[in-house]
């Protein structure tokens, strides 16, 4: 899932300052899950602003709602009446939420209230790791499950590096090597021959390299929606 | 005490979220003496009256609310 931190209120308050009437707007997906951006959080955080503001003499009118996700048109839709009424939306989704809402309601000013931190899941409660960085060319399946780019430091591909001490990252004991992963599940799988091969270099231009990324799906594709 | 709840561990968590809580306050302009944990047996409760004029006076000396003084 995709896994955000909420923004500091000093830092949301700089944000929708100004703004007489606002609407903090929630998700009900991946920011819920790591209690960044739910329902709860939207309900707590427009308090917060409504305390804050009141304690400075201001005021504002701070409302929530929570849809089920904000990466979505049709949940968008719902909202329009309670957007046109606001000078500013704060969504409390990811990165692609806010740029769905700020797309799909064009002539409302959209800010974050989160800061989107990375593809991940809870190692435990309380914690969230990195597991995933989206690159469009994905090589698990030849490393035992355990993913080099998002999990070392140095996205190797033919590690590990020589910084790699007892198990451990140079750059941060507490993060494990990503290479000594592998090589302890391949070797536990009984497939360490699979290291043998030598990776050749990645093909970068699947990910952020070569700029946005779109796919199109023809067989899903709606015959009225196209150009 | 600490660790030792009819919640198991119940009171720890407890007092981690007072801590966020407090932090939460401070951040939103209020005082962050309004909220505090104290760990107390049933069986303490000549210490619960005491922890209780400390908060008390500890409130009374902040002074009302300002949210709902205004």
């Given at each position: 899932?995709?896994?955000a931190e909420?923004k500091s209120l000093?830092e949301?308050?700089?944000l929708?300052?100004?703004a007489?009437?606002?609407?903090?707007?929630?998700?009900?997906?991946?920011v819920?899950?790591?209690?960044?951006?739910?329902?709860?959080?939207?309900?707590?955080?427009?308090?917060?602003?409504?305390?804050a503001s009141?304690l400075?003499?201001?005021?504002?009118?701070?409302?929530?709602v929570?849809?089920?996700?904000?990466?979505?048109?049709?949940?968008?839709d719902?909202l329009?009446?309670?957007?046109?009424?606001?000078?500013?939306?704060?969504?409390?989704?990811?990165?692609?939420?806010?740029?769905?809402?700020?797309?799909h309601?064009?002539?409302?000013?959209v800010?974050?209230?989160l800061?989107t931190?990375?593809?991940?899941?809870?190692?435990e409660q309380?914690i969230?790791?990195?597991r995933?960085a989206?690159?469009?060319?994905?090589?698990?399946?030849?490393?035992g499950?355990?993913?080099?780019i998002?999990?070392?430091?140095?996205?190797?591909l033919n590690?590990?590096?020589g910084?790699?001490e007892?198990?451990?990252?140079?750059?941060?004991?507490?993060?494990?090597c990503?290479w000594?992963?592998i090589?302890?599940?391949?070797n536990k799988m009984?497939?360490?021959?699979?290291?043998?091969?030598?990776?050749?270099?990645?093909?970068?231009?699947?990910?952020?390299d070569?700029g946005p990324?779109?796919?199109?799906?023809?067989?899903?594709?709606l015959a009225?929606?196209?150009? | 005490?600490?660790?030792?709840?009819?919640y198991?561990?119940?009171?720890v968590?407890?007092?981690?979220?007072?801590?966020?809580?407090?932090r939460?306050?401070?951040?939103i302009g209020?005082?962050?003496?309004?909220v505090?944990?104290?760990?107390?047996?049933?069986?303490?409760?000549?210490?619960?009256?005491?922890?209780?004029?400390?908060?008390?006076?500890q409130?009374?000396?902040?002074?009302?609310?300002?949210?709902?003084?205004?």
């Amino acid at each position: 899932m995709i896994i955000a931190e909420q923004k500091s209120l000093e830092e949301i308050k700089g944000l929708v300052q100004g703004a007489e009437k606002l609407l903090v707007v929630g998700c009900g997906t991946c920011v819920t899950v790591c209690f960044a951006g739910g329902a709860r959080e939207a309900s707590i955080l427009a308090s917060s602003l409504r305390m804050a503001s009141k304690l400075n003499g201001h005021s504002q009118q701070v409302s929530d709602v929570t849809v089920q996700r904000q990466c979505e048109w049709e949940y968008l839709d719902p909202l329009r009446e309670q957007v046109k009424d606001v000078d500013v939306v704060l969504s409390l989704g990811c990165g692609i939420g806010v740029q769905a809402l700020a797309e799909h309601f064009p002539d409302t000013w959209v800010v974050p209230g989160l800061n989107t931190s990375f593809l991940g899941l809870p190692t435990e409660q309380g914690i969230w790791e990195e597991r995933c960085a989206a690159c469009g060319d994905c090589i698990l399946g030849l490393t035992g499950g355990i993913c080099p780019i998002a999990r070392c430091s140095k996205s190797l591909l033919n590690g590990p590096c020589g910084g790699s001490e007892d198990g451990h990252c140079e750059i941060n004991p507490d993060i494990p090597c990503a290479w000594q992963l592998i090589h302890d599940r391949l070797n536990k799988m009984g497939r360490l021959e699979v290291l043998m091969d030598v990776q050749t270099p990645k093909k970068w231009r699947a990910s952020r390299d070569g700029g946005p990324r779109r796919i199109i799906r023809d067989d899903l594709r709606l015959a009225s929606e196209e150009e | 005490m600490p660790g030792d709840c009819h919640y198991l561990e119940g009171n720890v968590h407890a007092r981690r979220r007072v801590e966020r809580i407090k932090r939460l306050l401070e951040d939103i302009g209020l005082q962050s003496e309004r909220v505090k944990m104290v760990n107390l047996s049933s069986a303490m409760a000549t210490g619960f009256v005491s922890e209780a004029q400390i908060m008390t006076a500890q409130i009374q000396q902040l002074g009302p609310n300002p949210l709902r003084a205004s």
